[in-house]
């Protein structure tokens, strides 16, 4: 038999650390180097592992083991609380990405409106997301 903590100690020395893991979060990432090169350069071990946890309906296993109501919660509880804080520190990035976007519909050329709502498709709608779609490419 292998001795561990209890899971009452376990779960009182996670807690400790709550107060430390941002910080030392925080250091990791200052301390990290060629981040973007390396997870470049793992691409192919990343695409072996996620078709490996597609192959073995991973993800399907793990969404069974939590009830709607358990998301709910989870999402309310703490989505909730982090979404606010994430949205403004990305507000410069979003500004950033939005100007792109935008740009891109203003640089549609689109047909007069038509009676016909199929054309009106066609003519001004399918133009603009081609337009987004080849941004994204």
Do not use: C
């Not at 358990?70 to 990035?93: D, F, H, L, Y």
């Amino acid at each position: 038999m292998v001795e561990t903590k209890s899971n009452e100690q376990t779960t009182k020395n996670w807690g400790d650390a709550i107060g430390r893991v941002p910080a030392a979060y925080s250091d990791g990432v200052g301390a990290a180097r060629d981040v973007i090169a390396k997870a470049i350069a793992g691409e192919d071990l990343y695409a072996q592992k996620l078709q490996a946890t597609i192959a073995s309906k991973k993800r399907a296993r793990k969404l069974a083991e939590v009830s709607d109501e358990q998301w709910r919660a989870a999402a309310k509880s703490k989505g909730a609380a982090r979404i606010g804080p994430g949205m403004t520190a990305a507000k410069p990035a979003f500004s950033t990405g939005i100007a792109t976007v935008l740009d891109t519909i203003r640089g549609v050329t689109i047909a007069p409106r038509s009676a016909d709502p199929m054309a009106n498709v066609d003519n001004r709608v399918k133009p603009i997301v081609a337009a987004l779609h080849k941004l994204k490419e």
